[in-house]
């Protein structure tokens, strides 16, 4: 029997694990909210469908592994609250929730892992800790939480800031953000549907959180390029979302993925991440 992925919401790191499971005979089918968004959902070479779905029983009813990656909102989780029947009574092998490690709040830089408390400081952060907490209460859902640090990987690297001369290092002392390439981010999903653990919930990170500052130099030192300047974080002009992410600095422990499904990293530090990306062209 063919396994199907419905993926609500064809994201990024959606398509990176689109592209692992399409060549193993995989269907997948990704979700859009605009039919504009069709050709993009089929180059990826998955099915598309219109969010909310018109018929969403039959939706549910021909997926055997679901992944949600929609974002929620103001009035909470969208899957939830458009297809939250459907998905209570449809037969699902395996959930994969979609979070961020936002739902952890601030720790000055000290370490977390998957049972620290929830202390988000942000509205996105408590949102997603809403939002988990609504999947978390639908019974017998074999639910799989994912909290993904900031993702990195091909058209989303600093080069192109970097090259345009655009880039620049924003120092706060005692600043770290952890990071994940999205090709891990697939291959823990993956593993994660080879060995489903219902009511699991994963830290996705690499080994090396380090300052943001950092990740730009070497950027810069890979392509040859004068070091970006140096701003205080005090000074920089930024946008309110950017500098919300500056509110919280910690260290994500990634063990779990390391010792509960057995996850080799293929970027273990930012340096071969951002060495592979240019090697593929940026």
């Given at each position: 029997?063919?396994?199907?992925?419905?993926?609500?919401?064809?994201?990024?790191?959606?398509?990176?694990?689109?592209?692992?499971?399409?060549?193993?005979?995989?269907?997948?089918?990704?979700?859009?909210r605009?039919?504009?968004?069709?050709?993009?959902?089929?180059?990826?070479?998955?099915?598309?469908?219109?969010?909310?779905?018109?018929?969403?029983?039959?939706a549910?009813?021909?997926?055997?592994?679901?992944?949600?990656?929609?974002?929620?909102?103001?009035?909470?989780d969208?899957?939830?609250?458009?297809?939250?029947?459907?998905?209570?009574?449809?037969?699902?092998?395996?959930?994969?929730?979609?979070?961020?490690?936002?739902?952890?709040?601030?720790?000055?830089?000290?370490?977390?892992?998957?049972?620290?408390?929830?202390?988000?400081?942000?509205?996105?952060?408590?949102?997603?800790?809403?939002?988990?907490?609504?999947?978390?209460?639908?019974?017998?859902?074999?639910?799989?939480?994912?909290?993904?640090?900031?993702?990195?990987?091909?058209?989303?690297?600093?080069?192109?800031?970097?090259?345009?001369?655009?880039?620049?290092?924003?120092?706060?002392?005692?600043?770290?953000?952890?990071?994940?390439?999205?090709?891990?981010?697939?291959?823990?999903?993956?593993?994660?549907?080879?060995?489903?653990?219902?009511?699991?919930?994963?830290?996705?990170?690499?080994?090396?959180?380090?300052?943001?500052?950092?990740?730009?130099?070497?950027?810069?030192?890979?392509?040859?390029?004068?070091?970006?300047?140096?701003?205080?974080?005090?000074?920089?002009?930024?946008?309110?979302?950017?500098?919300?992410?500056?509110?919280?600095?910690?260290?994500?422990?990634?063990?779990?993925?390391?010792?509960e499904?057995?996850?080799?990293?293929?970027?273990?530090?930012?340096?071969?991440?951002?060495?592979?990306?240019?090697?593929?062209g940026?």
């Amino acid at each position: 029997m063919t396994k199907t992925l419905l993926c609500i919401g064809l994201g990024y790191s959606a398509r990176a694990l689109a592209r692992l499971l399409l060549p193993q005979g995989w269907r997948v089918i990704g979700t859009t909210r605009r039919r504009e968004g069709f050709a993009e959902i089929e180059a990826a070479g998955a099915e598309p469908l219109i969010f909310p779905l018109e018929d969403a029983k039959a939706a549910f009813a021909e997926a055997s592994h679901l992944l949600v990656s929609a974002a929620p909102g103001k009035e909470g989780d969208p899957v939830l609250a458009a297809h939250g029947n459907a998905i209570r009574a449809a037969t699902i092998d395996w959930v994969g929730y979609l979070s961020t490690t936002g739902v952890y709040g601030d720790h000055a830089g000290g370490w977390v892992d998957e049972s620290t408390p929830l202390t988000p400081g942000t509205a996105r952060g408590r949102a997603r800790a809403e939002a988990e907490a609504a999947w978390q209460a639908i019974p017998g859902l074999p639910l799989h939480i994912f909290r993904l640090a900031g993702i990195y990987g091909p058209g989303r690297g600093p080069f192109e800031k970097v090259k345009a001369g655009t880039a620049r290092r924003i120092v706060k002392p005692g600043q770290v953000f952890s990071r994940i390439h999205v090709e891990d981010i697939a291959g823990v999903l993956a593993a994660s549907i080879a060995r489903p653990d219902p009511g699991a919930v994963y830290n996705l990170c690499d080994d090396d959180p380090a300052p943001p500052e950092d990740v730009i130099a070497h950027a810069a030192e890979l392509l040859g390029l004068p070091l970006p300047p140096e701003v205080p974080f005090d000074e920089a002009e930024m946008t309110p979302m950017a500098r919300s992410f500056y509110a919280e600095s910690k260290r994500v422990s990634n063990a779990r993925i390391k010792e509960e499904l057995g996850y080799d990293l293929k970027f273990p530090d930012y340096r071969t991440g951002l060495a592979a990306l240019l090697a593929e062209g940026g």
